[in-house]
């Protein structure tokens, strides 16, 4: 049963503590991504892997970061220094390196900042 | 430059009837035009794309219109049921930029029965 599973579904954290988010995907895609939705805001990308042990910062990297130590996995810490980290995060990741290849998405993750 | 506008931000219509969602984008290089959908608590799921190459895609009840003069596209929804009640986003992506996606805003649609 191919496909991307976060964990986990939903988060609870206090303020001032970091928090990891899990992404794993088993659909042999080499790029992966990281994106935050918020309402009225649509996706924003914060963090992308094309490739494993490499990754670039996206419109919104401040406060997160990520590691690529493995293929299958690409998970997201939410640090102390993001003000606002209160949102849907949702990792995908892509079947080929065309621009044109299909995103596909896991089911995200709801964070809570308490 | 990246920033793709989508409106309207919520649309209600009847079962039967057509949703047309629009897109507009700033940035010539953008050359896939993809849409999502996603349904509550769930993550978006590629519906249909098209490439600036062709004025419209028709899959099933879904089409893209696409005018690249305007720097527009649309989603429309033809025959909308119930189960289509969902927020649809519009993207965009560069082949210059790899493989980057930028979404507008999103839309929340639902079909009343």
């Known amino acids: 049963d191919g496909g991307i599973t976060q964990s986990p579904k939903y988060l609870f954290r206090k303020e001032g503590q970091n928090v990891t988010l899990s992404c794993e995907q088993n659909?042999?895609?080499?790029?992966m991504y990281w994106y935050r939705q918020d309402p009225g805001q649509g996706l924003r990308l914060i963090y992308y892997s094309q490739i494993v042990n490499d990754f670039q910062k996206g419109d919104i990297a401040e406060g997160y970061s990520v590691s690529r130590e493995k293929k299958e996995s690409f998970p997201l810490t939410v640090t102390s220094a993001q003000k606002n980290p209160t949102a849907f995060y949702l990792c995908?990741?892509?079947?080929?390196?065309?621009?044109?290849?299909?995103?596909?998405f896991g089911p995200g993750t709801r964070l809570t900042v308490l | 430059q990246q920033q793709v506008k989508q409106s309207p931000q919520s649309l209600i219509v009847q079962k039967g009837g057509i949703s047309i969602i629009n897109c507009a984008y700033e940035?010539?290089?953008?050359?896939?035009f993809p849409w999502y959908q996603q349904f509550p608590g769930k993550g978006p799921a590629l519906l249909i794309a098209i490439r600036p190459d062709v004025s419209e895609k028709k899959e099933g009840r879904f089409t893209i219109s696409f005018n690249k003069s305007a720097k527009q596209f649309s989603l429309h929804i033809m025959d909308s049921q119930p189960g289509d009640s969902a927020t649809y986003f519009c993207?965009?992506?560069?082949?210059?930029?790899?493989?980057?996606?930028?979404f507008g805003e999103g839309t929340q649609l639902t079909v009343n029965p």
């Open positions: 993207a965009a992506s560069a082949e210059t930029s790899g493989s980057r996606l930028t």
């Open positions: 659909l042999n895609h080499d790029a």
């Open positions: 940035n010539t290089a953008f050359d896939y």
């Open positions: 995908a990741s892509r079947t080929g390196t065309g621009n044109t290849d299909t995103q596909y």
